[in-house]
């Protein structure tokens, strides 16, 4: 019974964060600032969601923000960028389709942090 409750109370506490982008990419300049952003995503531990979606699983609110302060250090010049935190439960609600039939979406392999 504690077991569920903390399971539970876990999934408002690890959070997600997306990283949703629309960048230019019209000139050669453009195509190597939105590469360098989408490998300084990756490096930070972000994996694709989909093309202009990247998405990291966070343990609490705190590190959540922590990545969310190097995805601002990293941001192009030019373009859109939002940052979204998301709860672990909030996530878990997605529905997710690969054309008109629903799959389920993946549980994140266990991520290991060293602090």
């Known amino acids: 019974m504690e077991t569920d409750r903390f399971s539970r109370l876990n999934q408002y506490r690890s959070m997600w964060v997306l990283v949703l982008f629309d ?35 966070c343990a609490s609110r705190e590190n959540a923000n922590v990545h969310t302060k190097r995805v601002k250090m990293c941001l192009p010049k030019h373009g859109k960028v939002c940052i979204m935190q998301i709860t672990d439960k909030q996530f878990g609600m997605i529905e997710l389709f690969h054309g008109q039939k629903e799959v389920e979406t993946e549980t994140p392999s266990q991520q290991l942090e060293l602090f």
């Open 23 to 57: 960048l230019p990419t019209e000139t050669r300049k453009d195509r190597k600032a939105a590469t360098r952003f989408r490998k300084d995503l990756l490096d930070d531990g972000f994996s694709m969601f989909q093309f202009s979606i990247y998405m990291r699983f």
